[in-house]
Every structure is written in C-alpha cells, then in structure tokens.
C-alpha cells in the first residue's frame, strides 16, 4: 500500500508572528541574511501539488507578474468565493475542504503544499488539513501584520521532527499528531 500524501505548510514568519506587514509586505523577509535558497527547491523537490488563497495568489500576481510564474510544473489550485474562470496554469475552487483534501491525497502523487495565507490556513487548522508543518523564523520583530496563525477554534498538538539553520533562518519542522 503507498503511503499517502501529506498537506505540508511550508511558510516563513517574523519571530513575533506575522507573516506580512498590515500593508502586505515582505520586504522585511527579503533584508534577512539566508543561505542559498533556505530550503526551498528542496522542499519544491517533494511536492506536485500547490494549494493557495485568493489574497496571497493576488499578491503574487501584482509582484511576481504573469510572465514569471513559478509553479510551472505543479498542480496550482486557488481557493476563492468568486466564480473565476480557470487559467492554463491554475484550478480556481470553492470546495469543501476536507472533501477536497481528502481526494487529493487519495491521488498517486507527491506531497501537497498549503501555501497560504492566513486565511486559507486557519480554514485548514479548523479542519484538522494540514500533516506537517515546516516553518521558517527570521530574525525580525515586526510588531503588527497578518498573523501566521489566527486566534481560532482549533487545536492541534505536534511532533518536532526536526530543526534546521541557514544563515539568520531557523526552520522548525512538525509533523500533526493524529
């Protein structure tokens, strides 16, 4: 029997939290001092699939531009609650997400990333959607911004599997236990 994909968060925050400022920046990430890439296209290296709000694809969109679009060679599904007609490279949905998640991870395939935001996520928590997560800390102190993790009805306990160090970033590694 093969094992079944994991929806990992992998995801950057500021010491005390945020991962943007109020005004949606990320500048203060970009001022840090890493090493190489941080883990990045290793972890890209483990999944197929990519799972994003509507508020951090917009984002992406306005910075990143059309002409640049990372995820290329990955399945790239944007949750939203508008009717959006579907683009060659991404799935706009308005599932039910345990529903949805389920399906996915019943699928042959790598592993599955929840993006984000903040949004998105804290829907995923409430659910209970989310196996790992993997996040890295930067030695900023932002003060306000949008949160990593919204104040909510949920709960989840966790299982460090691992720690890692590049440059000024610590990313910490858990697994949801179940």
């Not at 994909?5 to 001092?33: H, P």
């Not at 990955?74 to 609650?81: A, G, P, S």
């Not at 196996?131 to 030695?139: C, G, K």
């Amino acid at each position: 029997m093969t094992e079944s994909r994991k929806v990992v968060l992998f995801i950057a925050t500021s010491l005390d939290g945020y991962i943007a400022t109020k005004e949606e920046s990320l500048e203060w990430l970009f001022k840090v001092e890493g090493e190489g890439d941080n883990g990045t296209s290793e972890f890209f290296d483990t999944i197929d699939t990519v799972l994003m709000g509507k508020t951090t694809y917009d984002w992406i969109m306005e910075h990143e531009g059309d002409n640049s679009w990372l995820y290329s060679d990955k399945n790239f599904y944007v949750f939203t609650r508008s009717s959006i007609a579907d683009t060659e490279q991404v799935k706009f949905i308005s599932p039910n997400i345990p529903d949805f998640v389920n399906k996915l991870k019943k699928q042959e395939g790598k592993n599955i990333w929840m993006v984000g935001g903040g949004e998105l996520l804290y829907s995923f928590l409430k659910e209970n959607a989310v196996d790992e997560l993997i996040i890295t800390i930067a030695p900023t102190l932002i003060g306000s911004g949008i949160p990593l993790f919204k104040k909510g009805d949920y709960h989840l306990e966790l299982l460090l599997k691992g720690t890692r160090k590049f440059n000024q970033f610590v990313e910490l590694h858990y697994e949801v236990k179940r």
